[in-house]
């Protein structure tokens, strides 16, 4: 049986996992292109009242992803429903490559969607202002003294 064509916007990639010499079915999941992507993180984030929302884009910082976005919720079961509803209207859009860790936490303080080219960080407010990704992620670096500075 031939596998469905993909919806108009919609790329499909083959993933297939070197494995232990054992054959590994191939499996197709469709996902959508980065902007459709990115409008569907900022539409939820949104809808669901994430406080400060930030997009980074990591063009010539990394290949891991081309966009990370880092949000804040009120509580752990905030964050909890932001990747919750956030998955379902990605797979909704037609974008069936997103992951979650973290979610089963019920004190989650981070939880990380990996949605392939978009990674989303939803933090509660002290985990996020300890890790401080957005300095982390950010063009300019930080400046720092020198120990002959302080001498």
Not at 72 to 89: D, F, N, Q, V, Y
Request: hydrophobic fraction near 40%; charge should be negative; proline fraction near 7%.
């Amino acid at each position: 049986m031939a596998a469905p064509e993909p919806s108009p916007g919609v790329r499909a990639i083959d993933e297939t996992a070197p494995g232990d010499g054992q054959a590994t079915p191939s499996q197709s999941a469709k996902i959508l292109p980065t902007d459709q992507l990115l409008e569907v993180v900022r539409r939820s984030l949104e809808d669901d009242k994430a406080i400060e929302p930030v997009f980074i884009s990591l063009e010539g910082k990394t290949d891991i992803a081309d966009w990370m976005v880092v949000a804040t919720g009120t509580s752990s079961r905030h964050i909890t429903t932001m990747a919750e509803k956030l998955l379902e209207r990605m797979k909704e859009a037609g974008h069936e490559a997103a992951s979650a860790e973290g979610l089963g936490d019920p004190r989650a303080n981070w939880i990380l969607i990996d949605a392939g080219d978009v990674i989303v960080h939803l933090f509660r407010a002290e985990t996020r202002a300890f890790y401080d990704l957005e300095k982390l992620w950010s063009l300019v670096p930080p400046t720092r003294a020198t120990a002959a500075a302080r001498a």
